[in-house]
């Protein structure tokens, strides 16, 4: 029998509920800060992730689906969403006509990691990019929507951390802080951070190895080596999130391992999610337009885990919400009462009623359980008695009364009885 690939998950129905209901309230609060959906290919050229991430992060380097198409080009599955949608921003031309963009995505990633809690080969992600800016209040703006994403889906006692990693030469500064202080810490470093340092500095402090970890503590104050504007921009962004409420700590060891990153960096954990408790990141990002032959165009966004939200909400445990019930279900009781309650039915669903029926042959008794087991409000009954006399028993699930109804005012009650 076949199986799912390793690290890919089916999303069956009832878990889907519980993603459809993230995906409703994101968009919702999307449209209420003025963004846009946006939605990119899932392939795209593995040069445009080489550029972007970096050729010598773990993700270019070990964790992409990556692979040659029949006309010899370099393909990759797209591991996050922000490349993409820098490629997608340039190619529709809107750093000619409209440069400022709010944009949203929902959907798949895929990167070859060792499967475990939260983290598979294809996961999902909800994130936003917002282009055309480097004011730091559109920095507090995409954290504040983050934060208002979780909220939105239930999720609570997270914890969001911010830093600033400043322009490219503070960059330059901190990377060279950082190589000068583990050059003679090599000893204590995991063979990747031992290349790391010779390549990229910053990605150790990135790595989750805990004798890593503890080598660059105290390594530098990453706010100390910061030029003047980069600390008032950053002292900015902190003084508009205290404005508005929003909860943070500032942490000088969030450096994100990415190499477009610059500027504001975040992110969110979550104490359910054990030890690789990040819910989402993400950060400013000033350089990469430019750096994929646009011009030079400022821009922020972030990205949060669905299935680590999920984990975080408690598992999606939290039944169905109304308005995925069943407004009514028919029964029937003979092949006429069936080609009837068929009518019925697609009678219902023109005004707008989510209804359905049984198409198993089912007993009346195990089709009341199957309405019982949907959640259905209503049963419709229709036996040889009801269609002798053009009307129907209506059944009200929750106060267990039954009346009959006049088959041509059937759809008029039912629509006044849910609305």
Not at 27 to 48: D, K, N, V
Request: one cysteine or more.
């Amino acid at each position: 029998m076949p199986k799912a690939l390793k690290g890919m998950k089916d999303i069956i129905p009832q878990d889907a509920a519980m993603w459809q209901r993230f995906e409703s309230a994101s968009r919702g609060i999307f449209h209420t800060f003025g963004y846009r959906e946006i939605r990119t290919p899932i392939l795209e050229e593995t040069a445009l992730f080489v550029k972007s991430i970096g050729g010598e992060t773990d993700i270019v380097t070990k964790e992409m689906f990556s692979f040659k198409d029949r006309g010899e080009r370099d393909i990759s599955m797209r591991p996050e969403g922000t490349a993409p949608i820098a490629r997608a921003y340039l190619e529709a031309g809107f750093h000619n006509t409209e440069m400022f963009q709010k944009l949203y995505y929902i959907g798949p990633m895929f990167r070859a990691e060792r499967p475990q809690a939260g983290r598979m080969r294809q996961f999902h992600q909800i994130g936003a990019e917002a282009i055309g800016s480097s004011h730091p209040a559109l920095d507090a703006e995409v954290i504040a929507l983050m934060a208002k994403i979780l909220d939105g889906c239930g999720i609570k006692d997270y914890r969001i951390r911010v830093n600033s990693l400043g322009c490219a030469e503070d960059k330059k500064r901190l990377s060279k802080a950082l190589k000068d202080d583990l050059s003679g810490k090599k000893v204590l470093l995991c063979d990747d951070c031992k290349t790391r340092i010779k390549v990229n500095p910053l990605r150790v402090m990135d790595c989750k190895k805990d004798s890593c970890r503890d080598a660059v503590r105290g390594a530098f104050r990453a706010i100390k080596l910061l030029c003047e504007g980069c600390v008032k921009h950053f002292d900015s962004v902190k003084a508009r999130l205290d404005d508005i409420k929003v909860s943070y700590v500032t942490d000088q060891y969030i450096v994100r391992g990415l190499d477009y990153y610059t500027g504001t960096v975040f992110e969110v954990s979550h104490p359910a999610l054990g030890a690789q408790d990040a819910l989402g990141a993400g950060g400013r990002y000033d350089n990469l337009i430019k750096d994929l032959g646009g011009p030079e165009i400022s821009a922020t966004g972030f990205a949060l885990g669905m299935e680590r939200m999920l984990i975080a909400a408690g598992g999606g445990k939290f039944g169905e919400k109304p308005e995925n019930r069943l407004a009514a279900y028919i029964a029937t009781i003979g092949v006429e009462a069936e080609r009837r309650g068929f009518e019925i039915v697609n009678a219902l669903r023109v005004s707008g009623v989510k209804c359905d029926m049984d198409y198993e042959g089912k007993s009346l008794k195990a089709q009341m359980r199957s309405a019982d087991k949907l959640g259905a409000r209503f049963v419709i009954i229709i036996g040889e008695d009801e269609l002798a006399r053009d009307e129907v028993t209506l059944r009200d699930m929750e106060s267990k009364e039954q009346v009959s109804v006049k088959l041509p005012d059937l759809v008029k009650r039912i629509t006044g009885k849910i609305c």
